[in-house]
């Protein structure tokens, strides 16, 4: 199969909304990553969207809807919580975890009787929604296991042969996936995956908001976790990455005592003076690094890093996004100085 490049034009646009009404997956812009789309009641496609990303048949696909008014439709209990939180979050990048109806398919919600809904803010992403009709199940559009994808030439190079078509809508605004949460009582919700939306953002609409300690720490073979995607070893690039907590005099003697070949650095914006072995960085504040990170971690690969070490960024706000894929990309292996 061919994958067009499609472009961020209405012709484009009404013609990849047709595809994906077809039964076809599309690589789709998002404000946080680009998804793989497809018609989330229709158990063909979807299986489609498995197949291309090698996904485990029991991570589930989060559901992408227009308007959050469009969730009734295909979810049996919709909290009063969750009115709230969408009047305050969403277009937006957070993700509710509801009860699903009969209009979404074991297949789509990973085997669980609940589904993931979230109302994506890019004018793109948006109009596909309304123009194919469709609830649209969309995962990031990478390979299971890489780096998710941030810009339309990821999504090529990850999907090219797999997939009708990709949608060009430009560098993913977020660069992290949307912050998925649970409701854990009448005024409490639960973060199974952090991103833009965090908890200090929650608690302005919550009583209360608590981390799944899964967030931070490696889930045990055959443990039970909130959310699939916990279990899995995610978001690696090729080389192995190392995440330091340090100060930057600290990090840099690490680096020099551990250099050599095919040895990398991914350090903050700012670090760079008086840093003298190879290294990219990731911006200077936990916004800029959630926008870079994956971006930078594919730039690593390509210049054929095989260990990074990479400065552990803050965990406050959106920090905490970031450090969660870092961590993972690192199989949780942290060194503390
Ligand atoms: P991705 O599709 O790559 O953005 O990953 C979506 C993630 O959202 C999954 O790996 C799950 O961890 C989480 N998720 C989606 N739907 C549900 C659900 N119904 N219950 C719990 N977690 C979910
Ligand atoms: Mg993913």
Not at 110 to 117: A, K, M, Y
Not at 131 to 147: E, F, K, T, Y
Not at 223 to 229: D, H, L, Q, R, T
Request: aromatic content about 6%.
């Amino acid at each position: 199969m061919e994958t067009l490049l499609l472009k961020n034009n209405i012709d484009d646009i009404k013609y990849a909304a047709r595809l994906i009404r077809d039964g076809q997956v599309v690589g789709i812009p998002t404000e946080t990553v680009y998804g793989l789309g497809a018609d989330a009641s229709n158990e063909e496609a979807v299986g489609k969207v498995f197949a291309a990303k090698g996904r485990p048949a029991d991570n589930p696909l989060i559901v992408h809807l227009a308007d959050f008014s469009d969730a009734e439709r295909y979810t049996s209990m919709i909290p009063a919580l969750a009115y709230r939180l969408a009047e305050r979050f969403t277009p937006g990048p957070l993700t509710m975890v509801m009860p699903k109806n009969e209009r979404i398919p074991m297949l789509t919600s990973g085997g669980l009787d609940t589904v993931g809904i979230r109302v994506p803010s890019h004018p793109v992403m948006h109009s596909i929604i309304e123009q194919s009709g469709c609830a649209i199940a969309a995962p990031s559009a990478n390979r299971s296991g890489l780096p998710s994808p941030t810009s339309a030439e990821h999504v090529m190079r990850d999907m090219n042969g797999r997939i009708a078509a990709v949608v060009d809508g430009g560098q993913s605004e977020f660069g992290v996936e949307s912050t998925v949460i649970s409701f854990d009582g009448e005024d409490a919700v639960r973060i199974l995956r952090p991103g833009a939306v965090t908890r200090e953002m929650l608690l302005e609409v919550c009583g209360e908001v608590v981390i799944d300690p899964a967030i931070l720490n490696e889930v045990g073979e055959g443990e039970k976790v909130a959310s699939p995607g916990m279990k899995y070893k995610h978001y690696s690039p090729k080389a192995d990455i190392i995440m330091v907590e340090s100060q930057l005099g600290d990090f840099t003697s690490l680096v020099g005592d551990n250099y050599g070949d095919g040895v990398y650095a991914l350090i903050f914006d700012g670090d760079e003076a008086g840093f003298p072995y190879r290294h990219l960085t990731y911006g200077a504040d936990s916004s800029m690094q959630a926008h870079w990170l994956f971006q930078r971690l594919r730039e690593l690969d390509d210049m054929g890093a095989e260990k990074v070490y990479v400065r552990a960024p803050s965990t406050d706000g959106v920090g905490l996004a970031v450090y969660n894929r870092l961590i993972r990309a690192a199989g949780f292996e942290v060194i503390r100085i």
